[in-house]
Each structure stands twice: as C-alpha cells, then as structure tokens.
C-alpha cells in the first residue's frame, strides 16, 4: 500500500474507482482513498461529458441573439428545468450562483436588506453555521441589524423552540443550515420551517451538505435554500439558490440583469449543464444510498471508538448524514493525524477545510461543548458512495494505528 500522486488518477478516468475518487496504481498495488467528500467531490464522469460540448462547440453567450447564443441559452434554461423537476419547484425558482457561499450572501443579505425597509433588522441563525453564514450575517450587523446566534446542544442539533424563542416583532429572517458541514448532524428544518411560516417569517436554509444525501421535499422547507455543485459531483464555482415565488430579494452582484436581475454576470454555461447533471444524479436512489452508507459509516465509526482509548463521536448517532464520521482523541494532534493518514494513503479532513490550516479549534466542536483539547484532537472523514467494506476497514486499521 503505497500512494500515488493526482495525476495518477487521471490515467483511470472513466473507471469505477476514479469516479467517486479512490484513486487505485496501474500495478493494482497502491491506492488512495479520498474520504474528504464534505471538502469536495471528484467531478463524475457523466458531469464532466455533460459539459464538453459548451467548452468545444456551443461556446456562445446566452445572451446572444444568432443561433449559437440561443443554443447556449437554451442549455441553461434546460438545465433549470431539470434541477426544478428534482428538487420539486418551478424553473423560475432557480437562480444559478458561483456556489454556496455566493447563495448564502444572496440569500441573507439579500432579503434582510429589503426587510429593514420595512423596519425588520432581526436575524436568527445559530453559532455553528458555515462561515458563509456567519460572516454575511456579521456584515449586517454593522449595517445595523441585530443578530441572534442560538446555541447547540452537546449533539449539535438546535431545536424549533429555540428557534420559536428567539422570533420577536422584529424578526425579518431565520437561516439555519439543513447538514453541519463538519458534524454531518441534521437539523428539524422542517419544523424550523413550519413555525417560520405560521409566524410570517422568511426561512433561508444552507442545504450545501443535504441536496443529493437526503430527501429533500422544497415546500416543507424553506423559502430559500443554497445548494452547491462541488460537493456533490459538479465543478467548483458552480450553485444555486432556490427562491420561493413571491419572496423578494435585493441583488448583490450588479451588472447586466442576467438571472431576472437577481445575479447579473454572463452564467457559466458548461458548470451550469453539469450541475443539473450532477442534481440528477445525486438525487437518484438516496433511499439506497442512504441505507448502504449509513451501515459503512457505522461499522467504521464502531471500528475506530472501540479501539482508541477516550475517543467520542462528535454529533448524534442518528440524526446524522449518511456519510459523516467525526470523532475526538485526546492528546492528540489533528494536525498531525492527517499527515499521518496522508502517508497511509487515505485524504480525511479536521474540523473543516475552510478552518485548516489555522491552530484555532473548530467552531462547531467549541459550540457543542467539546473541551480546546478535544476539539483540536478532532478527525473529520466524509466517505464516497462507492467505498467498499474492505476499504472501511482499512480506514479503521490506519486511523487506529495513527492514533496510536
Ligand atoms: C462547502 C459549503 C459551503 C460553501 O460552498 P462553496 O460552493 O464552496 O462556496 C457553504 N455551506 C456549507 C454547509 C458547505 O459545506
């Protein structure tokens, strides 16, 4: 068991395991095995087929009157169609976006900045937010909103009472994230919804880390809902925002009206195709998925706390996604776990890529209740739908060996 480099990979494209990114020799000898997939996924080769033609030949802008620029404009209305068909909306719904955290802007800044027009400068969210969230609701407070950040339990999961508690007179919008990126914990967004909408209330939810990895049913959800393509088999610099009809938002990208005014700039026509390819693709069969996932994902997170002294799972057994594994050691350094696993040739995460790098302890982590030692002894793994049982095994043997 060795590793090979990137590249490597590029040689097996199209075969089973480059897809979903377990990179494996010619010789059959060496392999690496990408259990990163909430950092990012590897483009699916039915994605990447899907784009090819707007790169070579419908290179036109959408915008264009002569047949190239219609065929161009075609494909991203197509590409609307499909994603609306999926998540269950109308096309018009839709509006294409650089990805997440452009979504997350949109939607927030967006809608509260319209609302303080009509005096409403409240905004709910909660302390474990991806940064996206947290920071544009920090850049409204110094436009002069009043923000409350509701805690976590020691789960990770925030409560409708919570949320209901918080609501006052004020309350212009409540965004609360469907799937922890780093915890994989799923919130009751459904209720969160529900009492948003008995209390007149805009809903936004980052569902980054749930489109494609659990059912989504739009009208029980929110009224705006972020989703971007890299997590989830499509390029990076690609997403959407989904728009309830009749919710109304301030752009924050000025230009040329593209996006029904809302997000203006020439769209990025071959990620757009891919995306509502990778939509398709990804929402296909998630009851199987789930299932078969959800028992990899238990037998490695068994494996890994039955055989590390002290070590805890960040984040409820249950209510959680399909294909997240957070745990803490003690003594130990994050850090220094993820090199170590990098030699055994497996690609993990601690605390969140965004965070990597900093010494600082995971937000999220400090949020549940987790000790700086714990936090900072902390192992994210987000394995692919392909991962066999062999290779969840292997996982466990090197993570308990880097430990110990
Ligand atoms: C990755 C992620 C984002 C940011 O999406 P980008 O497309 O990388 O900008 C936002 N929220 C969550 C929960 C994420 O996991």
Redesign the pocket.
């Known amino acids: 068991m060795g590793t090979i480099n990137y590249m490597g990979g590029q040689l097996l494209r199209g075969t089973k395991n480059y897809i979903q990114g377990v990179y494996v020799g010619k010789d059959n000898s060496m392999r690496y095995i990408y259990a990163d997939n909430?950092a990012t996924t590897a483009v699916s080769e039915s994605v990447i087929a899907a784009m090819m033609p707007y790169f070579r030949e419908e290179y036109g802008n959408p915008s264009s009157v002569y047949h190239l620029g219609r065929n161009a404009g075609s494909a991203v209305e197509n590409a609307r169609a499909k994603i609306a068909e999926v998540m269950g909306c109308l096309p018009k719904e839709i509006y294409f976006t650089s990805?997440?955290?452009?979504s997350?802007n949109l939607a927030i800044k967006g809608a509260a900045r319209l609302k303080a027009r009509q005096g409403k400068r409240h905004i709910i969210t909660t302390v474990f937010e991806?940064p996206?969230v947290l920071k544009s609701c920090k850049a409204l407070e110094n436009e002069g909103f009043f923000v409350t950040y509701l805690p976590v339990d020691e789960r990770g999961i925030v409560t409708v009472e919570q949320v209901s508690k918080a609501v006052c007179g004020d309350t212009a919008l409540v965004t609360v994230?469907y799937v922890n990126?780093e915890i994989g914990t799923i919130q009751p967004i459904e209720e969160i919804a529900e009492v948003c909408r008995e209390k007149g209330i805009l809903f936004h939810t980052?569902a980054?880390?749930a489109v494609g990895n659990i059912p989504i049913n739009l009208h029980e959800t929110a009224q705006m809902l972020s989703c971007?393509g890299?997590?989830l088999h499509a390029p990076k610099g690609i997403?959407f925002l989904y728009l309830s009809t009749g919710v109304e938002i301030q752009p924050v990208i000025s230009g040329g009206g593209q996006e029904r005014g809302i997000r203006s700039g020439t769209p990025n026509v071959p990620a757009i195709v891919g995306l509502a390819q990778a939509v398709e693709d990804s929402c296909k069969n998630i009851p199987e998925k789930t299932a078969r996932l959800t028992a990899v994902r238990d037998r490695i997170i068994r494996g890994i706390l039955e055989n590390t002294k002290g070590s805890c799972l960040n984040g409820d057994s249950r209510l959680r996604v399909c294909n997240n594994i957070n745990i803490s050691f003690p003594g130990v350094s994050g850090e220094m776990l993820l090199l170590l696993l990098d030699k055994m040739g497996i690609c993990a995460s601690s605390g969140s890529a965004c965070a990597a790098g900093s010494l600082d302890p995971s937000h999220v982590l400090l949020a549940m209740g987790r000790s700086r030692e714990m936090a900072k002894g902390s192992l994210r793994l987000t394995v692919g739908e392909d991962i066999t049982d062999e290779e969840a095994d292997y996982i466990v043997k090197s993570v308990v060996k880097a430990v110990s």
Request: proline fraction near 0%.
């Open positions: 909430a990805g997440g955290t452009e997350d991806h996206a994230m990126n980052d980054v880390q971007s890299h997590k997403g």
